[in-house]
């Protein structure tokens, strides 16, 4: 917890001091493809990934339907009810 | 300064019209607007992390002192997924990283001191650096900067200190599909960063890594090793002259910062 703490705001720290302009130029190209990568990489581990393998269930139903929510465009807080009510749905009929 | 926005606005993974409106505080309109977003979130944040074995306390801390919605919840993510303390460090520091390039474009809706300058840091945040970079002028960018960040950071906390409440009251998430909240949520994070090819290659590499690698690894460790699909998607942003993510413009109408 400690080190989530300092490292959250050092970097922050980091980008407000003198060397914020060199690290945006040297970095840049790369830490702003992080959150695409990193995004993906969570999205499916956490729909996949059960006890250090891989199935398929309810959530997997329930991500699809948030995801498209998404792709129309809805509120975060529909996308998140959505895929909720679609996994609890499919959980209680399974 | 237009260009520069673009870029910033969808590495915060915001669209919409801001600063479109006029007055003394054009920011306001923006801000509560983005306060409404972020209460859900919020709540989210709270009830996951509650699920995922964290208390009240260690909850309070993190969305006070870490307050950077998108690094929590990675670290909560992979803690619920029985990852070890280094790997959800880890995962939420490399989300974290885009906050250091935020800096330079904010510096001047931030105070000139250096004391001053380091506290103000910790509101340097997707959200408040989106809506103090569309300000047109120098006042309007410190002001929407402090606004914003003592404000979301006020709903952020109640928020997920009301989520964590919740949660102790909700019971057995998965009877709620709550554990499918979390990555729902992420689809909607990671969404606009599919508009450029790179993103998608970045995208589409690091889930087949994370998914290749899963059965084999620790909880947690697929989201570190799924960064080498930067490589090949830093190949294609050279390939193809794309600028960084951002400057390309959305072709829908209304949606383009």
């Given at each position: 917890m400690i080190a989530l703490v300092a490292g959250s705001y050092g970097l922050k720290a980091l980008g407000v001091s003198n060397l914020g302009g060199r690290i945006e130029r040297r970095l840049g190209p790369a830490v702003t493809l992080l959150p695409a990568a990193l995004f993906a990489a969570l999205v499916v581990i956490m729909t996949f990934e059960d006890a250090g393998g891989l199935t398929l269930d309810a959530r997997a139903a329930g991500v699809a339907a948030g995801a498209v929510a998404v792709w129309r465009k809805a509120p975060l807080i529909l996308v998140v009810v959505v895929a909720m009510a679609v996994t609890a749905g499919v959980r209680a009929v399974t | 300064m237009r260009a520069r926005f673009g870029r910033i606005s969808r590495l915060a993974g915001l669209s919409g019209r801001l600063g479109s409106s006029n007055g003394s505080r054009p920011y306001l309109r923006d801000c509560i607007i983005m306060s409404l977003a972020v209460a859900p979130t919020g709540v989210t944040f709270g009830v996951v992390a509650d699920a995922a074995g964290f208390d009240l306390a260690r909850i309070v801390v993190m969305s006070a002192l870490v307050f950077t919605g998108a690094s929590q919840f990675a670290a909560v993510g992979v803690v619920n997924d029985g990852g070890s303390g280094g790997a959800a460090v880890g995962s939420a520091l490399l989300l974290a990283a885009r906050n250091a390039l935020y800096g330079p474009v904010m510096r001047r809706a931030l105070p000139t001191s250096a004391p001053a300058r380091m506290g103000a840091a910790?509101?340097?945040i997707d959200e408040t650096t989106a809506l103090s970079t569309a300000q047109t002028d120098r006042r309007d960018a410190a002001g929407a900067f402090w606004f914003s960040g003592v404000i979301l950071w006020l709903v952020w906390n109640a928020c997920s200190v009301a989520g964590a409440l919740l949660g102790a009251v909700l019971g057995t998430p998965e009877t709620w599909g709550l554990d499918a909240a979390f990555p729902a949520i992420l689809v909607a994070l990671l969404a606009p960063h599919l508009r450029t090819a790179a993103g998608r290659t970045a995208a589409l590499g690091a889930a087949a890594v994370a998914l290749g690698v899963a059965p084999v690894t620790g909880a947690g460790v697929p989201i570190l090793v799924s960064i080498v699909a930067l490589a090949p998607a830093l190949w294609v942003r050279a390939r193809r002259k794309?600028?960084?993510?951002?400057d390309t413009r959305d072709d829908t109408p209304g949606t383009a910062p």
């Open positions: - | 910790q509101f340097v794309e600028p960084p993510a951002g």
